[in-house]
């Protein structure tokens, strides 16, 4: 294989690989967990591709000894993963459950072990049933105080081993999935005041979180991680820019400036004030917001592919687009939003099975626009390939598209780096195959391949894909050969 030179990754940099408790752990009934909102809307038929569920998932709930053991091997430096809030409470609230902190206490202590540094998602999505039960979740205020109480229960028992807190994992999609177009629980559709509502409150459950941990003399990292999709606009027409940017305002700016500056964009507030749409606040929520600004010390991205905008004409293509969840390319329908922006594909890019494009740079745009705009730290939380690999009668995965993803996208964040970008961590998606939220099992991420398909019944035996010995070699060298 060539080896490339890349730019100066710094001593000490993060080289790492992420998960969500609901995609790997399994286990749904053990250990005392309680229900979550996935437990229930995996099971409503239709919603998931195949049916698929993380009933089982990949195991790594009775696994993650072998799991971490193989994180060690490849010489990992830090191991991004969440912690499922109905294992600590099962209702949510009230009593803790000491075998759900016992779980997540052997996982840090594993990693440590063979120093790999923990870092902890504090929300991925799964939510206790109870409290959507109880209040509709995040559509009640009353959120705010469980989601901080669960958070310093997690601060409070984890604190001094775990220096890199995320608290809440691409707010951005699990609200529009959730609110808009019904993909994810709670399976709304189109209800735009209660987006930006819902929205209001994941903002407020995580301001009110950076604070208590600095409150409690957290010394750590703490932010949240963002699925940042930049953009370019599709030529130099004054429409089009426009078009880029009312994009950027809407879809991106929306929560990286509630982040780190505790406002929201003034353009777009004004549209949706507009329109009806704006979310109401409390008294006090933006000097809230404005104070865990200063206190967050990195920003999260998530980036897997950037988009084009172009000026969307009034009777254009509306947000609900079919999404490709199959695998067949070219099923995704073009989205966006009527008289602002629509997000047409980019002839110059290849694109996924899935239809996402390819697009190495669009990394270092995003690293630049928040060294610019925020100038903060960067977690790159999550960055990957999708894909169907096959497995070969010796058991080999022969994933040479993965590590030329990688590679170029590792790249591309040498130069950033290179620029003057403080990127702090660098975390692919995911370490072992696990379960995609709608795209069942077939859509695989890992380094190391599970032996399972959407039904249940697999050996789940793991093995090692020629990507996981190219990344191992990669952090051996800090990113000097690619
Ligand atoms: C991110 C999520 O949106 O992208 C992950 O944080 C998710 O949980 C990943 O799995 C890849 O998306 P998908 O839809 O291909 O599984």
Redesign the pocket.
Known sequence: MEQMKAAGFPEGFLWGSAS?AY?IEGGWQEGGKGVTNWDTFVRIPGKTFKATTGDVAVDHYHRYKEDIALMAEMGLKTYRFSISWARIYPEGKGKVNEEGVAFYQNIIDECLKYRIEPMVTIY?WDLPQALVDAYQGWESPQIIDDFVNYAKTLFTRFGDKVKYWITL??QN?FTSLGWLTAQHPPGKFDDQKMFYQVNHHAFMAHAKTVLAYREMGGKGEIGASF?YTPSYALDCKPINAMAKANYDDLKNYWWMDVYAYGRYPIAALTYLRKKGFAPDMAEGDEEILRKAAKEITFMGV?Y?QSCVCEYNPIDGVTPYGTMNTSGVKGSAQEVGIQGIYKNPANPYLLTTD?DWSIDPSGLWFCCREITSRYGLPIIIS?NGL?AFDKKTEKNEIHDEYRICYLKEHIKALGEAIEEGCQVLAYCT?SFTDLL????GYQ?R?GFVYVDREEEEGGTLNRYKKDSFYWYQNVIRTNGVEL
């Open positions: 969500a995609q991925h994992n691409e999609i699925a998530n897997y899935w999550e999708g998606w995609s939220w709608l795209n859509k991420y």
